[in-house]
């Protein structure tokens, strides 16, 4: 047993609470190495009558570890709790100081779960768990008002560029409100709203107003109560790390210098400011002199900042907030950015654009989730570049959900592709048959799925401003077909509550493999999915526990013979199978 590789932390996602009654305990282990694991836990108060032994379960595994967990219900909601671990021919105890040989006599020394605190408990929204994500660039879906359009307009469906405008508006996403309730989606993310300069709108000049080319207050909240009569919540994207060049501190800035009363808004490093060599003498997003970094340590920045943060919540009834370039903000603004909103409504989704892994701000105390960019990246290459085989990528999601507590990998944000990336097509090269499989994994795992506007109907398109092309709503234009692919997807994942919060278990993911098998399972339901990415068609043969599934595609039953299925797919073919117990 190799001591150096048994990890375990009594905090963070390690040992963390559920809920207000449930504790959920972790301990890693090398991979193939602890055969077996035992929890001793009781309250250190009354340890006699209350101890017990759990036995762990093997949750999950990647390259190098297995992850083994349980569940407590302490009935004080205190716990100390120390681990027996076997292997085939040695067993040790670990507490929090040490390995020993026999068990513990007292709790003195194990580890410790002292109190679940309600108010500690992260608690992300619970309507996350079921919605399906749809994401729109404004300027670019719908022009529905050509009375607000920018001087220069071009006619719709144009080639896309960095500096252009065609128009796109709210009023254009109230016109095709019955299209997205027809394609399914429960939610929608916006790009930035508010006023700005520029056709993306993430160079912010005024936080409080609805760019003048998108609409008004009065049409924002006209959008938002259409959507939610149907269901569809609304979430916004906050640019808090930067402002725009003419956001009027910084106008101020710029006019005034050092004298300036806005001079501690930002981050000054030299006057007058300037770019010099092609770095700005401020700070910025990236070195783009146009979108200066706000501080938001300064008292005024952050008072400014959190009533932007609390009015459009108030004042429209939006669902929350998407956070651009979240992890370049320090994190006690989000602390009590998440205080400010949670107070404002108590359900509303705080998402963090944050590319790598994420847990210094999925504790409960800052985002609910973030853009699951590791997740995309392992799809992606799976999926579409054929840059991973199976057993890789099976390690590589376990991995991240290895890093998270379960109630933030159940409402992660699991994109594809966005506004900042090729699209997804493109990715495929055309290849619809990988795109389909890439969103078949998107929409059968754990966490709320998003698609990128026009993704449904074929739309492609290289990294920005490709990506950002004008959506087509010629019905001749469209792949009606693909469209009916993710209808059916949205409403599969819509009617299973295991593949909302069901745990995942890979059954096949082979080195050098093209195929994988895995289940999805709660105590609702158990849904088997086969996907293969090989060119040519594969027979899966996967032993199951149940004596009858239904192709929840087909509605035909899939016959189980000794305990196994048989099942012939096509190239780059799947199937969903749903266990039916009798």
């Given at each position: 047993m190799?001591l150096?590789?048994?990890?375990?932390?009594?905090?963070?996602?390690?040992?963390y609470?559920?809920?207000k009654?449930?504790?959920h305990?972790?301990i890693?282990?090398?991979?193939?190495d602890?055969h077996?694991?035992t929890l001793?836990?009781g309250?250190?108060?009354?340890?006699?009558?209350?101890?017990?032994?759990l036995p762990?379960r093997k949750?999950?595994?990647d390259?190098?570890?297995d992850?083994?967990?349980c569940?407590?219900?302490?009935?004080?909601?205190?716990l100390r709790?120390?681990?027996h671990?076997?292997?085939?021919?040695?067993?040790?105890w670990?507490?929090?100081n040490?390995?020993?040989e026999e068990?513990?006599?007292?709790p003195?020394?194990m580890?410790?779960?002292?109190?679940i605190?309600?108010?500690?408990v992260?608690t992300?929204?619970?309507w996350?768990?079921?919605?399906?994500?749809?994401?729109?660039?404004?300027?670019r879906?719908?022009?529905?008002d050509?009375?607000?359009?920018?001087?220069?307009?071009?006619p719709?469906?144009?080639k896309?560029?960095?500096?252009?405008?065609?128009?796109?508006?709210l009023?254009?996403?109230i016109d095709h409100?019955d299209?997205?309730s027809?394609?399914?989606?429960?939610a929608i993310y916006?790009?930035?709203v508010f006023?700005?300069?520029?056709?993306?709108k993430?160079d912010?000049?005024?936080?409080?107003?609805?760019?003048?080319h998108?609409?008004d207050?009065?049409?924002l909240?006209?959008?938002?109560n259409?959507?939610?009569?149907?269901g569809?919540r609304v979430l916004?994207d906050?640019?808090?790390?930067?402002?725009g060049?003419?956001?009027?501190p910084?106008?101020?800035?710029?006019?005034?210098g050092?004298?300036?009363?806005?001079?501690?808004w930002f981050h000054?490093?030299?006057?007058?400011?300037?770019?010099?060599d092609g770095?700005?003498?401020?700070d910025?997003?990236?070195?783009e002199?146009?979108?200066?970094?706000l501080n938001?340590?300064n008292?005024?920045?952050?008072?400014?900042?959190l009533?932007?943060?609390?009015?459009w919540?108030?004042?429209?009834?939006?669902?929350g907030?998407?956070?651009?370039?979240?992890?370049?903000?320090?994190?006690?603004?989000?602390?009590?950015?998440?205080?400010t909103?949670?107070?404002?409504?108590?359900?509303a989704?705080?998402?963090?654009?944050?590319?790598?892994?994420?847990s210094?701000?999925?504790q409960?105390?800052q985002?609910?989730a973030?853009?699951?960019y590791?997740?995309?990246n392992?799809?992606n290459?799976?999926?579409?570049?054929?840059?991973m085989d199976a057993y890789?990528?099976?390690?590589?999601?376990?991995?991240?959900?290895s890093?998270?507590q379960?109630?933030?990998?159940?409402?992660a944000f699991?994109?594809?592709d966005s506004?900042?990336?090729?699209?997804?097509?493109?990715?495929?090269n055309?290849d619809?048959?990988k795109m389909?499989?890439?969103a078949?994994?998107?929409?059968?795992?754990l966490?709320a799925p998003?698609?990128?506007?026009?993704?449904?109907?074929?739309?492609?398109?290289?990294?920005d401003p490709?990506?950002?092309k004008?959506?087509?709503?010629?019905?001749?234009?469209?792949?009606r077909e693909?469209?009916s692919?993710?209808?059916?997807?949205?409403r599969?994942?819509?009617?299973?509550?295991?593949l909302?919060?069901g745990?995942?278990q890979f059954?096949e993911?082979?080195?050098?493999g093209?195929?994988?098998v895995f289940?999805r399972?709660?105590?609702?339901?158990?849904?088997?999915?086969?996907m293969?990415?090989?060119?040519?068609?594969?027979?899966?043969?996967?032993?199951?526990?149940?004596d009858?599934?239904?192709?929840?595609?087909s509605g035909?039953e899939?016959?189980?013979?000794?305990?196994?299925i048989?099942?012939?797919v096509?190239?780059y073919g799947y199937?969903?199978?749903q266990?039916?117990k009798?």
């Amino acid at each position: 047993m190799l001591l150096e590789a048994i990890y375990h932390h009594p905090k963070q996602h390690w040992a963390y609470a559920y809920d207000k009654d449930t504790i959920h305990i972790r301990i890693r282990t090398k991979r193939d190495d602890v055969h077996q694991i035992t929890l001793l836990a009781g309250d250190k108060y009354d340890w006699e009558k209350t101890k017990l032994y759990l036995p762990l379960r093997k949750w999950t595994s990647d390259s190098m570890f297995d992850y083994f967990t349980c569940e407590v219900k302490p009935p004080y909601h205190r716990l100390r709790y120390a681990f027996h671990l076997e292997s085939d021919n040695e067993s040790v105890w670990m507490d929090e100081n040490d390995f020993l040989e026999e068990e513990p006599e007292t709790p003195s020394r194990m580890f410790e779960f002292p109190y679940i605190n309600p108010v500690d408990v992260f608690t992300p929204p619970a309507w996350v768990k079921d919605a399906v994500f749809y994401q729109i660039f404004p300027e670019r879906f719908a022009n529905g008002d050509p009375s607000n359009d920018p001087e220069g307009v071009l006619p719709w469906g144009g080639k896309p560029e960095r500096d252009n405008f065609f128009g796109g508006d709210l009023q254009g996403v109230i016109d095709h409100l019955d299209y997205l309730s027809e394609l399914g989606i429960t939610a929608i993310y916006f790009t930035p709203v508010f006023e700005a300069t520029t056709n993306h709108k993430y160079d912010t000049e005024d936080y409080l107003r609805v760019d003048r080319h998108f609409g008004d207050a009065d049409t924002l909240k006209k959008l938002v109560n259409l959507c939610h009569e149907r269901g569809i919540r609304v979430l916004l994207d906050a640019v808090f790390n930067h402002s725009g060049r003419t956001f009027k501190p910084f106008v101020d800035l710029q006019e005034n210098g050092e004298n300036s009363k806005y001079k501690d808004w930002f981050h000054v490093r030299k006057f007058p400011i300037d770019v010099e060599d092609g770095v700005p003498t401020y700070d910025t997003f990236s070195f783009e002199p146009l979108m200066p970094k706000l501080n938001t340590e300064n008292p005024e920045v952050k008072e400014y900042l959190l009533k932007v943060a609390e009015y459009w919540i108030k004042e429209v009834g939006t669902d929350g907030w998407r956070l651009d370039v979240a992890n370049e903000v320090d994190h006690q603004f989000w602390r009590e950015f998440r205080s400010t909103v949670k107070k404002a409504k108590p359900d509303a989704y705080i998402l963090g654009e944050v590319w790598n892994e994420s847990s210094p701000w999925l504790q409960g105390d800052q985002f609910d989730a973030s853009m699951n960019y590791p997740f995309t990246n392992a799809v992606n290459d799976f999926f579409v570049i054929d840059k991973m085989d199976a057993y890789q990528f099976a390690n590589s999601i376990s991995r991240q959900l290895s890093r998270y507590q379960l109630q933030a990998s159940e409402v992660a944000f699991n994109l594809l592709d966005s506004h900042d990336t090729a699209r997804l097509l493109t990715l495929c090269n055309g290849d619809k048959r990988k795109m389909k499989l890439a969103a078949l994994f998107q929409f059968t795992y754990l966490g709320a799925p998003c698609i990128y506007y026009g993704d449904e109907i074929g739309m492609d398109g290289e990294y920005d401003p490709d990506c950002r092309k004008c959506m087509e709503w010629d019905e001749e234009k469209q792949d009606r077909e693909l469209f009916s692919f993710y209808q059916k997807l949205i409403r599969l994942r819509l009617n299973h509550a295991a593949l909302r919060t069901g745990e995942i278990q890979f059954i096949e993911a082979e080195p050098q493999g093209k195929r994988i098998v895995f289940e999805r399972k709660n105590d609702k339901g158990n849904i088997l999915v086969l996907m293969s990415k090989s060119e040519e068609p594969e027979q899966f043969n996967v032993s199951v526990k149940f004596d009858k599934y239904i192709d929840l595609f087909s509605g035909m039953e899939q016959p189980v013979n000794n305990g196994e299925i048989s099942i012939n797919v096509p190239a780059y073919g799947y199937a969903v199978l749903q266990a039916v117990k009798e």
